[in-house]
């Protein structure tokens, strides 16, 4: 019989809807751990990955998105693989997305989203964020209940990032349809994950982001393409159309799957943590503290992956260069040599913001910002126009007993609908 911890985490369907377990059995071999007959390791410490994601000079980021169990298109060969790797680094899924990118075309790129998400574009946008969550919030609790995902946490962070960049309205239910009908990033069924494919959603976005920008090229409208259209490198140099359709794109689609996993993954604490949602109510201000402890016990991605450049040693272990490494988000943010009780939600926990469901370092999440604004406000309008939230007994079980379904995602830890019962607040007047 094989072992929890040998099982396939990348095809494991049983694993794919509590890794929790599977990633305890893991760590009980040490941080870093290869599962028998496979040639990649798994991290669940919290130091190690720390370490790993700060060091982009030995680990690159390009198979960030396809995972550690796919294969490279090359055989690693000597102790330093970076030439190999730029030599072969188109056969890599996603090569060209900012997420797989490593040195300058990284900081390049980095460079332009940096000026795009600060603060005070953010603050003028939650005007924005106000009014749409007000409207989608009193029409769920005039109808006494919704379905959390689809008829609220997605449509809302689609438009809020559609409005950010500046896509027309008139596209926006075409982009929200597209994506509802994607498979999640990391999706179980390898075909899905072809970016190549003419069909691919983000093939389809990305004809459709070249239009827009070059349009701004033409005719600046002050938006976020508009932006990117007319911006530089930090050495002068102008990107080319296809990388800022690139970024374009690949904003737009990371930009809200996290955000709308957040919201469901939260939901589920709210009703089910016992007096949760009465302490949240009594003062909203919590609100922060309760997303930064989901995101640390639950966060939207559960595994991203590096590949070693160079031989190396991490945590006491020697690594080889060409070494895949999964990095498992939803371990390290258990791992018990950092947090005490790890498996228990703490609303006020000490230091939360130390997790790393963010990521850290080069490729910590530039939108991170943008989604705790978005998750935040949308909870404040439910709890202002609420008494009282709890899941559909009939369509999710009792708590202890919830009936959930998960996406079938190596790397998206969300899940595909939530059903929720609204009880409205004593002076509500719907919209």
């Keep these: 019989m094989t072992r929890l911890e040998d099982r396939d985490f990348f095809t494991d369907h049983e694993i794919l809807v509590d890794p929790y377990e599977y990633f305890e059995a893991v760590r009980s071999h040490g941080p870093i751990y290869q599962p028998k007959d496979k040639d990649y390791l798994i991290v669940t410490g919290f130091n190690e990955a720390l370490e790993i994601f700060k060091n982009s000079s030995d680990f690159s980021a390009s198979i960030a998105l396809q995972g550690a169990a796919c294969p490279l298109t090359f055989t690693p060969e000597g102790p330093d693989i970076s030439a190999q790797l730029e030599k072969h680094r188109s056969d890599i899924i996603g090569h060209d997305l900012l997420v797989n990118l490593d040195g300058n075309a990284h900081t390049n790129l980095r460079a332009l989203v940096n000026r795009l998400f600060v603060p005070s574009r953010l603050k003028s946008n939650e005007e924005y964020m106000v009014e749409l969550a007000e409207e989608m919030i009193r029409n769920a609790v005039a109808k006494g209940g919704c379905e959390l995902i689809l008829e609220i946490a997605a449509p809302f962070v689609t438009a809020v990032v559609a409005n950010l960049l500046g896509v027309p309205k008139a596209d926006e239910k075409f982009f929200m349809d597209l994506i509802l009908a994607a498979p999640p990033p990391g999706s179980l069924n390898s075909e899905d994950n072809d970016y190549r494919n003419e069909e691919h959603p983000m093939i389809i976005m990305g004809r459709y982001f070249t239009k827009y920008i070059q349009d701004r090229i033409d005719e600046p409208r002050g938006d976020i393409m508009s932006e990117l259209a007319h911006a530089t490198y930090p050495d002068g140099t102008k990107p080319t159309l296809q990388e800022l359709v690139n970024l374009s794109n690949f904003m737009f689609g990371a930009g809200q799957d996290t955000s709308a996993k957040l919201i469901g993954n939260a939901m589920r604490y709210i009703v089910d943590v016992p007096g949760l949602q009465a302490k949240l109510r009594d003062d909203p201000s919590l609100i922060p503290l309760l997303l930064e402890e989901v995101l640390r016990l639950e966060g939207s991605s559960k595994m991203t992956a ?126």
């Design 306 to 431: 590096r590949l070693t450049l160079r031989d190396t040693v991490v945590g006491g272990m020697p690594i080889k260069a060409g070494t895949r490494i999964g990095i498992a988000l939803a371990a390290i943010s258990r791992d018990p040599r950092r947090w005490d009780d790890p498996h228990a939600f703490v609303l006020d926990r000490p230091r939360i913001k130390e997790h790393l469901s963010f990521g850290r370092g080069a490729h910590t999440c530039a939108g991170a910002p943008l989604a705790r604004a978005e998750v935040r406000i949308l909870f404040e309008k439910l709890f202002q126009y609420t008494s009282y939230i709890e899941l559909d007994e009939a369509k999710h079980g009792t708590p202890g007993n919830r009936k959930l379904n998960f996406e079938p995602s190596f790397i998206v830890r969300g899940l595909s609908e939530l059903q929720v019962d609204l009880t409205p607040a004593e002076d509500f007047v719907p919209a």
